[in-house]
């Protein structure tokens, strides 16, 4: 079992930056990818973004690529979302998830530890 922690959620207007940290600890070397994952008050948890956790290759959900880049530092045990240019409709829980299986898709069910979740609020 990984045990998952976000950091860095925050409020802040249309146009600006945030960074988003996840620190994974436990069994971590049985990790395939990481993912982040939203959900919005009334909507279903929304694929965001994984990274395999060896080789560092990238997966975006197409209402981020460009503006989002997920990146990770194997040392430490973190996998940052660095989001740019944010939207009013990015506004959600942003949850960090750990995969075992050899899987780097937006299936939630596919992804067996998470994170507690951190808030990220963009205004017009």
């Known amino acids: 079992q990984v045990q998952l922690v976000e950091s860095g959620g925050g409020l802040l207007q249309a146009g600006g930056s945030l960074r988003l940290s996840c620190a994974a600890s436990g069994r971590t070397s049985s990790t395939y990818a990481m993912g982040w994952f939203r959900q919005a008050p009334g909507k279903e948890r929304e694929f965001v973004a994984a990274?395999?956790?060896?080789?560092?290759?990238?997966y975006y959900a197409d209402s981020v690529k460009g503006r989002f880049t997920v990146s990770r530092d194997n040392a430490k045990n973190t996998v940052a979302l660095q989001q740019n240019s944010l939207k009013p409709e990015d506004t959600a829980i942003y949850y960090c998830a750990a995969t075992r299986h050899i899987y780097t898709g937006s299936r939630p069910d596919l992804y067996e530890d998470w994170g507690q979740g951190t808030q990220v609020t963009v205004s017009s």
């Open positions: 990274i395999t956790w060896n080789s560092g290759t990238t």
